[in-house]
């Protein structure tokens, strides 16, 4: 099953290397990771998605919580939560495939965030599966060039992840 | 309020730490701080041969003494030599704490003269690491590395010292941090008290109940409770390697070693047990065997500081995450005045395993007749009965450990050190060498082959330097006898390169070194040759002795199989 884990880390050299060593280290997967810092300088906050069995899971998040620049973690989808990515997509928009792409982007709620005459740079957030549909859509007009953030998360309701 | 500078904080650090020894090896990038050692006289630096001893030396100190090793290196080759210590000192959870010397700030990631990424080398095998990017923040740092290095589950820490932050011309206030605090690291002082209740509900109706305790006994300084708790029980114990002498092997209860190349009657009793009381033990796969045969009729309560080693392998049903000592103690006053249920049932638990026992008893190795190459068996048995089960006993990698292991009977705890995790070849003779520094008055022996000793045999300089009196018993059997056995098993006795091809003459060696060698080749010979061999507790020994070139180690697990399937001998099995 898919998780995503937040983790608040210790904003030191090296730290992000430890958590990322530590999934290559013990053969975990890693699928998206996403890391920039939080209102206090001091930390970080990184958000992983991986796909494993409970019991994968389980050892993940006390091995992470074992690294010492490891503050504090929460395993999101133990809860509701809310799902985030961000992804920019150059497609061709000629003849035409302008138009549907606009209409496209409008469908997706969307946004073209850049033009030239031959094609646009589309701005979309949304869930993975979202993004993913997006593409599918675009296939057929020619995807020039995507860039994706990775999952972001946060929990549903009055659950905060803080010191 | 002192100025100091990095190098001269870094020496009073150490001596404020309480640290006796430092095991190091000078170079450019930790001159300063070799300079700073120099003026002053507090911490003894002992000069090894090759960086990888120096770690060997102080993970020994450590683990016989419980106090962190320390190992002071330069930069580029001096750290790189120091790997693969520090990775045996983590597979096994020793508190040590590595300086090592780094090229100047301003040249890092320039590909500098003597320049690697030590911290990033090292990152999967340390506890964790520190660079020190401001001459001021040394107190601190050390201090978070020795109190990260010995608490919780310890493990080695390393600190990487550019050499810009040990000028001498640059100084800053010094003062010795008594205290530090880290915001992520809280290690557990006690076990959930819910589930060691639970825990114990479950000893006390057991009928078929085994004590499994490891390392973790052994650095919790958790001895005496085990001892007093499996007592009171009256249930039978079984220990893993690293957790040897844990509890008193010369006492009934105790079932020996299990796993691998564990007793029958552990084995045996782990297999046919429907309660497994685990103490600092990690169900490692030497020990399990094919975890999905494992133990299938048993409970499992596990007990262990580090949540990452519960259910890791194997799922526990009573998990408790907590130092050995606390929970052992605690389990100890919930035990008092209460009696086992089924008293019947572990009499009848008894008299099984004591049938085990008796099935083996007086098999388990061939002892060699006159004229006949003496076993390594009998020899580790003599150097037991010479030593009166007292020694330290350090063992490098391969048979003549788990022979080591087998036959000297230990009864405390600290006394084998030996690389169980990692498997460490060389690690036996440097390791003796840091335990005999702190424990001088002890026979310290190093029981190791001609294959695993001349890995680091360099080091009879450091013993002739620093008057080290160690005893070495080498059972020369002329090849990598481990290797070779699998070889036998597993390769129809194709022995490649497992036959070690012109071994020095030890006897010259070892006289080349000023120290005393004694070849051993026949029966007669070995008393008198251990008589003389530790007579004087201060003189280091050299003992040569060939040994059967063609004996394996028994038992031997079955791979994949469960705990109970084993090979007894070269023609009998489970």
């Given at each position: 099953m898919r998780h995503i884990i937040s983790i608040l880390l210790e904003n030191e050299p090296g730290a992000l290397s430890r958590v990322v060593g530590l999934f290559s280290q013990r053969n975990y997967n890693i699928e998206t990771l996403n890391v920039a810092p939080t209102e206090d300088p001091s930390l970080s906050r990184l958000t992983v998605t991986t796909i494993g069995d409970d019991r994968v899971i389980e050892q993940i998040t006390k091995h992470l919580n074992k690294l010492i620049d490891v503050v504090k973690l929460v395993d999101l989808t133990e809860g509701n939560h809310i799902e985030r990515e961000l992804m920019l997509v150059k497609v061709k928009a000629l003849g035409a495939?302008?138009?549907?792409?606009?209409?496209?982007?409008?469908?997706?709620?969307?946004?073209?965030?850049?033009?030239?005459?031959?094609l646009y740079t589309v701005q979309i957030?949304?869930?993975?599966?979202?993004?993913?549909a997006f593409l599918q859509a675009m296939a057929p007009v020619g995807i020039l060039e995507v860039a994706r953030t990775g999952v972001s998360g946060i929990a549903r309701g009055d659950k905060v992840l803080s010191l | 309020m002192e100025l100091l500078s990095g190098a001269d904080m870094i020496a009073r650090f150490l001596k404020d730490e309480g640290v006796e020894y430092i095991y190091g090896y000078p170079g450019g990038a930790a001159?300063?701080?070799?300079?700073?050692?120099?003026?002053?006289?507090?911490?003894?630096?002992?000069?090894?041969?090759?960086?990888?001893?120096?770690?060997?030396?102080?993970?020994?100190?450590?683990?016989?003494?419980?106090?962190?090793?320390?190992?002071?290196?330069?930069?580029?080759?001096?750290?790189?030599?120091?790997?693969?210590?520090?990775?045996?000192?983590?597979?096994d959870s020793i508190p040590m704490v590595v300086l090592c010397g780094q090229v100047m700030s301003h040249l890092i990631g320039d590909d500098a003269f003597q320049e690697t990424d030590i911290v990033g080398v090292t990152r999967p095998i340390?506890?964790?690491?520190?660079?020190?990017?401001?001459?001021?923040?040394?107190?601190?740092?050390?201090?978070k590395a020795f109190y990260l290095a010995s608490t919780g589950?310890?493990?080695?820490?390393?600190?990487?010292i550019p050499k810009d932050m040990t000028a001498p011309t640059e100084r800053y206030e010094y003062v010795y941090p008594k205290k530090v605090k880290l915001r992520s690291y809280n290690p557990v002082t006690r076990g959930h008290t819910g589930q060691?209740?639970?825990?114990?509900?479950?000893?006390?109706?057991?009928?078929?109940?085994?004590?499994?305790?490891?390392?973790?006994?052994?650095?919790?300084?958790?001895?005496?409770?085990?001892?007093?708790?499996?007592?009171?029980?009256?249930?039978?114990?079984?220990?893993?390697l690293m957790g040897i002498g844990a509890y008193p092997q010369s006492d009934k209860q105790c079932l020996?070693?299990?796993?691998?190349?564990?007793?029958?009657?552990?084995?045996?009793?782990?297999?046919?047990?429907?309660?497994?009381?685990?103490?600092?033990?990690?169900?490692?796969?030497?020990?399990?065997?094919?975890?999905?045969?494992?133990?299938?009729t048993a409970k499992i309560i596990h007990v262990d500081v580090d949540p990452s080693s519960v259910s890791k392998t194997v799922r526990a049903d009573v998990p408790i995450v907590g130092p050995a000592g606390s929970v052992i103690d605690e389990m100890i006053s919930l035990v008092q005045g209460r009696t086992v249920e089924n008293a019947g049932a572990l009499t009848e638990w008894w008299e099984k395993i004591d049938g085990w026992r008796g099935e083996r008893e007086g098999k388990l190795y061939e002892p060699s007749k006159t004229g006949e190459a003496l076993k390594p068996q009998e020899v580790v048995e003599a150097v037991c009965r010479v030593t009166r089960g007292e020694a330290f006993v350090t063992t490098d990698v391969g048979q003549h450990q788990m022979f080591a292991a087998q036959y000297y009977k230990f009864d405390k705890p600290n006394?084998?050190?030996?690389?169980?995790?990692?498997?460490?070849?060389?690690?036996?003779?440097?390791?003796?060498?840091?335990?005999?520094?702190?424990?001088?008055?002890?026979?310290?022996?190093?029981?190791?082959?001609?294959?695993?000793?001349?890995?680091?045999?360099?080091?009879?300089?450091?013993?002739?330097?620093?008057?080290?009196?160690?005893?070495?018993?080498?059972?020369?059997?002329?090849?990598?006898?481990?290797?070779?056995?699998?070889?036998?098993?597993?390769?129809?006795?194709?022995?490649?390169?497992?036959?070690?091809?012109?071994?020095?003459?030890?006897?010259?060696?070892?006289?080349?070194?000023?120290?005393?060698?004694?070849?051993?080749?026949?029966?007669?010979?070995?008393?008198?040759?251990?008589?003389r061999a530790f007579a004087d507790k201060h003189e280091l020994v050299f003992l040569d002795i060939k040994v059967d070139p063609f004996e394996h180690v028994y038992p031997m697990q079955v791979p994949l199989g469960a705990m109970r399937d084993m090979l007894l001998s070269k023609t009998e099995r489970t």
């Open positions: 495939a302008r138009d549907e792409v606009k209409r496209t982007v409008d469908i997706f709620r969307a946004q073209i965030v850049d033009v030239t005459p031959s957030t949304g869930d993975a599966a979202k993004l993913d | 001159l300063h701080i070799y300079d700073a050692l120099f003026r002053q006289d507090d911490v003894k630096h002992i000069l090894v041969r090759h960086e990888q001893a120096a770690t060997h030396a102080a993970d020994g100190y450590a683990r016989a003494s419980g106090k962190p090793g320390v190992v002071l290196v330069t930069s580029g080759p001096g750290a790189t030599n120091a790997v693969t210590g520090i990775a045996t000192a983590y597979m340390v506890k964790h690491s520190f660079s020190i990017r401001h001459p001021s923040e040394i107190p601190e740092v050390l201090k589950r310890p493990g080695p820490v390393v600190v990487d060691i209740k639970k825990a114990v509900e479950l000893m006390l109706k057991a009928k078929r109940p085994v004590f499994y305790t490891g390392g973790g006994v052994v650095t919790g300084c958790a001895s005496e409770g085990l001892t007093d708790l499996v007592k009171k029980l009256g249930f039978p114990i079984t220990t893993t020996g070693w299990l796993g691998m190349h564990g007793s029958y009657e552990s084995n045996m009793a782990m297999h046919h047990a429907d309660l497994i009381i685990a103490i600092g033990a990690r169900f490692d796969d030497r020990v399990t065997n094919n975890t999905s045969k494992f133990c299938p006394r084998l050190i030996t690389s169980g995790g990692l498997g460490t070849m060389g690690f036996g003779f440097p390791a003796a060498m840091g335990v005999k520094m702190s424990y001088p008055d002890d026979d310290v022996v190093c029981i190791t082959g001609e294959g695993s000793f001349q890995m680091m045999m360099q080091e009879l300089s450091t013993c002739k330097q620093y008057g080290v009196g160690v005893k070495i018993v080498n059972l020369n059997n002329q090849s990598l006898g481990m290797v070779r056995q699998w070889q036998d098993l597993n390769y129809k006795s194709r022995h490649a390169h497992s036959y070690m091809e012109s071994l020095p003459d030890f006897h010259m060696l070892i006289e080349a070194y000023g120290f005393t060698a004694i070849t051993v080749t026949t029966k007669e010979e070995l008393a008198p040759a251990l008589e």
